[in-house]
T-cell receptor, first 115, second 114 residues
Framework: GPKVLQIPSHQIIDMGQMVTLNCDPV?????FYWYKQILGQQMEFLVN????????KSKLFKDQFSVERPDGSYFTLKIQPTALEDSAVYFCASSSPTGGVYEQYFGPGTRLTVL | GDSVTQTEGQVALSEEDFLTIHCNYS??????LFWYVQYPGEGPQFLFR?????EKGSSRGFEATYDKGTTSFHLRKASVQESDSAVYYCALGGTTSSGQKLVFGQGTILKVYL
């Protein structure tokens, strides 16, 4: 089936540094999402993105977070500066507007460890 | 806000056992309901959805029926296999408050033994 790729699979950084998580969504999809999952907890929505704009974001999407997809390349999540509580697995997802609520395709996740 | 509750945190079964994972939701409006499955090292994969009361979703032998009266969408499978071992997530979307995002339950770890 359609695949979403995420790069890197694991990132370790020091608190206060900047990190960029990359997502290669399904090629004909138009909606993009980031979710965050802290170990042992449920997956929580961060943000969704369509037509170059943030459509909706949760309270977890702090001011230090930003997303973009320049010129149809990777859909990225940037955290600057990082904090200890940002340690989690971040899942990217994409979907296509086939009507109703959309079937989202998820990548394998990027495990972010902030030291 | 909208929420999804999965009763079982972990389920251990033998092959050919019957599986039930309970899912209840609380939502404003009329959500669409989903089951996703996650294998080790992968992201969640869409299993199936249901959008209306009494609609049954199914895939790969798994099924669930949308029950608006009991606000439930329980996952069932008649005969599990070892390869079904994974984490199963119930989710909802499509309400006024959830919008296009998915609201996930806590996940249920299914382990199937030979």
């Amino acid at each position: 089936g359609p695949k979403v790729l995420q790069i890197p699979s694991h990132q370790i950084i020091d608190m206060g540094q900047m990190v960029t998580l990359n997502c290669d969504p399904v090629s004909n999809h138009l909606y993009f999402y980031w979710y965050k999952q802290i170990l042992g907890q449920q997956m929580e929505f961060l943000v969704n993105f369509y037509n170059g704009k943030v459509m909706e974001k949760s309270k977890l999407f702090k001011d230090q977070f930003s997303v973009e997809r320049p010129d149809g390349s990777y859909f990225t999540l940037k955290i600057q500066p990082t904090a200890l509580e940002d340690s989690a697995v971040y899942f990217c997802a994409s979907s296509s507007p086939t009507g109703g609520v959309y079937e989202q395709y998820f990548g394998p996740g990027t495990r972010l460890t902030v030291l | 806000g909208d929420s999804v509750t999965q009763t079982e945190g972990q389920v251990a079964l033998s092959e050919e056992d019957f599986l039930t994972i309970h899912c209840n939701y609380s939502a404003s409006g009329y959500p669409a309901l989903f089951w996703y499955v996650q294998y080790p090292g992968e992201g969640p994969q869409f299993l199936f959805r249901a959008s209306r009361d009494k609609e049954k979703g199914s895939s790969r032998g798994f099924e669930a029926t949308y029950d608006k009266g009991t606000t439930s969408f329980h996952l069932r499978k008649a005969s599990v296999q070892e390869s079904d071992s994974a984490v199963y997530y119930c989710a909802l979307g499509g309400t006024t408050s959830s919008g296009q995002k998915l609201v996930f339950g806590q996940g249920t770890i299914l382990k199937v033994y030979l």
